[in-house]
């Protein structure tokens, strides 16, 4: 707030009183007998508005800030040597100079010194203050400024310091102002990431932010993605991301006997749950030079894994092994209407496994000759899986990775839960696909079931 400016009448008012020396709109200069005059009275124990209002100023006009300021300024005048004298004038605003005697000029070579070794040292510890600006920064460099203030020795100046920051001082003040604030964010911050740590660990197998969010959903806690992401990056938190490999290329399948046309045409959820079953085969390596080859078929609409098998060979009969628990164990439309989609490799070209399939009047489909996108959905789900089991190498027999593969897929059926099938499970989406129940399921958007059996008839 602003000293009031004095109009033309009262500037004549005051020019009139002999106490004033000078008088503009902006100031007043008082004469050297009014500050003696001022001091006897304050020493006699009057107030600083009563000797100006005996004195025959008007009160109302100077205004309680200019009294105020006369009182501290004459008073800090009687103690000094030069008394009353009015130095302002000496004063052009530059710092004055005077001989030094040689005590006086070792005591400032010294404080110099000092301060040049704490700038230095300002400027090595905040590699960031003149070669970025970026906001994310800002907290560590308030962090910083006040790491170096507080300090018994301290020489430095705040306002450098900000400056060599490139923050405000204003915006440094706000945030020491603020620290009860940040301790109780930092405290609910740690408490939820406990949570998030729960559900990260959950079974053993890393989550990414929506495998998070989907397991503390179904643990009936509700917490945004966004603040997930934040969380896991505040403290470190990292799921392994699968990464494109430029120079992987899609083996050529060998054609043993005859192939089959691509039926599927890559519309893998256009018919309804149990139509479209992808399958393949993968490797996996176990203890230094060991192998195994998992089959899997998958459910390309509800993501389920309805029937594997582990086998130290490529033999012909695990595949076919895959196909009997399927029949066995699930409710799989006959007559044609499902289809084993895989690729060209020489397990599905067979003829053994084609007369299985006949057997079971189910269809068969393959993908087009060196083409992965066919059956992408199933290479996906080896490639998640591969990335998510603990490392197989201190894995020495084939039981204790049959046990392995067993918790995975029932883990992966069961608790891991889909961002795209309405944040639930495999085997929870199929079981509101089939029965129109489940508890979870009201509150969220499922989508509805195609018709899809009659378009993939007419297709026959």
């Not at 170096?148 to 405000?168: E, F, H, M, P």
């Not at 405290?187 to 079974?203: N, S």
């Not at 399958?279 to 509800?302: C, E, F, H, P, V």
């Not at 099938?421 to 958007?445: C, D, F, M, W």
Request: net charge positive; aromatic share 10%; charged share 25%.
């Amino acid at each position: 707030m602003g000293v009031n400016y004095f109009t033309d009448v009262e500037v004549s008012s005051l020019r009139m009183n002999p106490y004033v020396d000078k008088a503009s709109n902006k100031a007043i200069t008082y004469s050297e007998a009014f500050k003696h005059h001022f001091i006897n009275e304050r020493n006699n124990g009057k107030l600083p508005t009563e000797i100006f209002r005996d004195a025959g100023f008007d009160t109302t006009v100077l205004g309680g800030r200019r009294i105020r300021s006369l009182s501290i300024r004459v008073q800090k005048m009687n103690e000094r040597a030069e008394g009353f004298t009015d130095l302002r004038t000496q004063n052009a605003g530059r710092p004055r100079t005077k001989n030094r005697t040689l005590d006086q000029e070792i005591v400032y070579l010294k404080h110099q010194l000092a301060l040049q070794k704490q700038q230095i040292e300002a400027l090595k510890k905040n590699e960031y203050f003149k070669s970025q600006s970026n906001t994310s920064l800002t907290q560590e460099k308030f962090t910083l400024i006040q790491t170096l203030t507080v300090r018994d020795d301290n020489l430095l100046n705040i306002k450098w310091l900000c400056d060599i920051a490139q923050v405000s001082r204003s915006g440094y003040y706000a945030w020491l102002k603020n620290e009860a604030q940040r301790e109780a964010r930092e405290v609910q911050d740690r408490a939820d990431f406990e949570c998030i740590l729960v559900a990260y660990q959950h079974r053993g197998y890393d989550k990414g932010s929506r495998g998070i969010y989907m397991r503390l959903l179904h643990t009936g806690i509700i917490m945004n993605r966004k603040k997930i992401q934040r969380l896991m990056r505040k403290y470190g938190l990292v799921c392994p991301i699968r990464k494109p490999n430029p120079y992987k290329q899609m083996a050529k399948a060998k054609k043993e006997y005859a192939t089959k046309s691509n039926a599927v045409q890559r519309q893998f959820k256009a018919y309804g749950p149990k139509v479209v079953l992808l399958t393949d085969i993968t490797y996996m390596y176990y203890g230094r030079t060991q192998k195994a080859y998992l089959s899997t078929i998958k459910d390309a609409y509800t993501h389920q894994i309805l029937a594997y098998a582990l086998s130290t060979s490529l033999e012909v009969d695990f595949v076919l092994s895959t196909i009997h628990q399927l029949v066995a164990n699930h409710d799989i439309p006959k007559n044609h209407k499902t289809l084993i989609h895989s690729d060209q490799g020489t397990h599905y070209t067979s003829i053994k496994f084609q007369t299985l399939l006949t057997d079971e009047k189910l269809r068969q489909s393959m993908s087009r000759r060196g083409n992965c996108w066919d059956n992408a959905p199933q290479e996906s789900f080896f490639g998640h899986m591969k990335d998510e089991l603990p490392a197989l190498g201190e894995v020495n027999t084939f039981e204790s990775l049959q046990t392995i593969v067993d918790d995975y897929m029932d883990y992966y059926n069961n608790d891991r839960y889909k961002w795209h099938l309405a944040k639930l499970s495999p085997n929870q989406y199929e079981h509101y696909i089939r029965t129109g129940v489940y508890s979870l399921a009201h509150h969220l958007k499922i989508p509805t079931v195609p018709a899809g059996a009659q378009i993939l008839e007419s297709q026959r």
